[in-house]
Structure formats: C-alpha cells, structure tokens
C-alpha cells in the first residue's frame, strides 16, 4: 500500500488526471462523466421512509414517515453497449429534504451507488495510481493490476467479478461500498444498499440494441411499477468492519441489511430525448447531503471536489 497523500494534493492531481481523460474522451462537444458514463434511463420515483424503523436509524431524513420526490438516474460504468458485462451505477436526489446540507444545494439529499458491494481499490492513493496508469494506457493498466513489484491481485479479481451481464437495472441490487454517519450526535456509521422488490422481473433479453437495459425498463413499468427497498447495515466491529478500506465487504450475516425506505417508480416516458440530455448533464455528490448522513473516510472526502470539478468541467459552456 502507498503511504498517506494529503487530500488536496489528491484532489488536485485526480482533478487534472480526470480532466485530461474525459476531455480526450469528449464525443459531438459531449464530455463524458469520468465514471457511469452512460445514461441508460433518468426517472422520477417516489421514496417513503417507512414508519416501523428502529428507533437509533431515525435519524435525518428517516426520522419520520414521509414521502420524497426523487430523480434516480440509471448508468453503465463504462460500455455504451447494455449487452456488454459491466459495473451498472445508481444515483438517487431526494427533494423536499429538510434542514442544512453540508454541501451543494438546500433541499436535496444524494445517495451515489453500483452494484458490487465493495471498491476495487482500498484506498484513495490507490485509486489515484490506477487513474494514472488508465491515462497512461491499457499496457500501465494492466502493469497496475499485475507488476511483480506492487501487484493489485484482489483488485483485479474484484474489477473481474464485478462486471456481468444484466437484463434489467431494476433487478439489480446496489450499494453504496464507502460508509456514511447516521444521526448527528452519537457514533453510528452504516452502508447503504438498494434492492429490487418489485412483483415483475425480467426473465429474459429485452430486443433494444445497445439500449437494451432502457428497453427493459419500458418493458417493465408497462407491466407494473418497479419496488426498491432502501436499507442500512450498521457497522458492528471497526476491526473487520473498517471505514479506511473501500475494498472490504460488511459482513451481511454479522450485520444484515435493515429496510428505511421503499422505492416506486411509475411508467413514464423512459426515451424522452430532452429527458436523457438532463440525465447525461445532471450531477451527483455524496457531499449532497445533510450533517446526519455525513460521508465517512478519506475515499469520501477526495469526492466531494472531484466530483464537483468533474461535473462542472462537463457543464462548461
Ligand atoms: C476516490 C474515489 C472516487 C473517485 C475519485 C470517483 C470519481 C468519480 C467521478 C469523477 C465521477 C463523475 C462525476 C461527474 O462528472 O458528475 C464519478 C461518478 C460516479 N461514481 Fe465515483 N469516484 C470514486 C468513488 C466511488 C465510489 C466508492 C462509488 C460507489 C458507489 C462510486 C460510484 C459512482 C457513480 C454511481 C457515479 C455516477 C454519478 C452520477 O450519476 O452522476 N464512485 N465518480
């Protein structure tokens, strides 16, 4: 492991890093996010915080039974193509929210997720050596991954395992793999995790070409409305539970996973040209949010201005 980089100094050099990638990446004056860079579908949903929650998790935005309007944009890390194995991403925007936001606009709560419950990488530093060896080519990738010297072997492993064919992002489930404070005062620290619970599932491949995910949430909410269950999963143990590695999945047998909030969307005009445009301009931070959901550890605390720059960066005119 490399030793500890300031945060600035991280934030800067990824800043730059992200900045070089994206740009060069840039399709019809169209910069791409650096990470979930296709919009596969950008929705309205309704999130209701239910009203039979342990009594130390109401906190926040779950301290009453209350229903919030929500956006929740759909992506693919990094293929085009929906019927390529692949990381798929979940970005949720809670509006209507109530009280002061750590960061960004008053009024909204953000969750950022994918659907592999841990990182790839431990750590920021670690983060930072893969970003440099991606904008250095496919050979210093691969030497990140496998140098004699300092390999990423469970790296590796993890980027392998985590990319698989889907056939509906609504039968996905996601997590958020970094932790995050629950309640402003007292020591709670949980995960976040979102799972499917609708009536329909997807059985097989839905015919739409490289847009076959989208297809198969229009094939879905023409059927029924598609469920998710927002849920919490407590840290247990700071020992095999740790904040400071991303690459370490909670154990759900130690600590299970305990419903919050239920999700709904309707049937709504998934192809929306305009719509997808604001799905592909729109922007998400974990930092969205307010001082009881605070974002923990120093993976977290190098998003807030990389996500933030990367964001404007995509937006200038
Ligand atoms: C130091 C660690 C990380 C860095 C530097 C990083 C970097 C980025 C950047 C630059 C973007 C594009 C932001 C934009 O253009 O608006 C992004 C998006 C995203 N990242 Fe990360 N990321 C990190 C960790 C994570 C983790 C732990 C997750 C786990 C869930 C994650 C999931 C996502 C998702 C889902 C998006 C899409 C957000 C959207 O819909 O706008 N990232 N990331």
């Known amino acids: 492991m490399n030793s500890e980089v300031a945060i600035d100094q991280l934030v800067a050099e990824m800043g730059e890093l992200i900045a070089s990638i994206t740009l060069a990446e ?3 004056t169209i910069v791409p996010r650096f ?13 209701r915080v239910h009203d039979d929650i342990p009594e130390e998790l109401k906190q926040g935005i779950f301290s009453r039974p209350i229903s919030y309007p929500a956006k929740l944009r759909f992506a693919n890390a990094t293929k085009r193509d929906d019927s390529k194995k692949d990381i798929r991403g979940l970005s949720i925007r809670l509006s209507n929210v109530d009280g002061t936001v750590l ?14 419950p841990a990182l790839f990488v431990a750590t920021p530093e670690d983060f930072l050596a893969f970003i440099r ?6 050979i210093k990738m691969l030497l990140f991954f496998l140098n004699p010297f300092n390999p990423h ?34 020591n709670q620290v949980v995960k976040y995790s979102v799972l499917p619970c609708s009536d329909y599932e997807t059985t097989d491949t839905v015919n739409g070409g490289e847009h ?3 297809a198969a949430i229009k094939a879905h ?4 409305p598609a469920c998710f269950h927002f849920a919490v999963q407590k840290q247990t143990d700071p020992k095999s539970m740790p904040i400071e590695d991303a690459s370490v999945i909670w154990d759900e047998e130690v600590s299970p996973f305990i419903p919050v909030a239920t999700i709904k969307i309707a049937d709504q005009d998934i192809n929306n040209p305009e719509i997808l445009a604001n799905g592909e301009r ?36």
């Open 35 to 47: 990470n979930q860079s296709k919009t596969v579908a950008y929705v309205n949903a309704e999130f």
């Open 153 to 186: 072997l469970k790296a590796l492993f993890t980027v392998l395992k985590s990319q698989k064919n889907h056939l509906s992002p609504f039968d996905v489930r996601y997590w958020s793999t970094v932790p995050f404070r629950l309640g402003e005062l007292g």
């Open 212 to 214: 076959q995910l989208r």
């Open 221 to 224: 909410l023409q059927q029924s």
């Open 103 to 116: 960061w960004g606009n008053p009024g909204f709560q953000d969750f950022v997720l994918n659907s592999h």
């Open 133 to 138: 060896a991606q904008q250095q080519g496919k």
């Open 282 to 317: 729109c922007s998400f931070n974990p930092w969205q949010c307010l001082a009881a959901h605070e974002p923990l550890g120093r993976m977290n605390l190098v998003r807030r201005l990389v996500y933030a720059k990367a964001a404007e960066l995509r937006n200038k005119e």
């Open 26 to 28: 840039t399709e019809n």
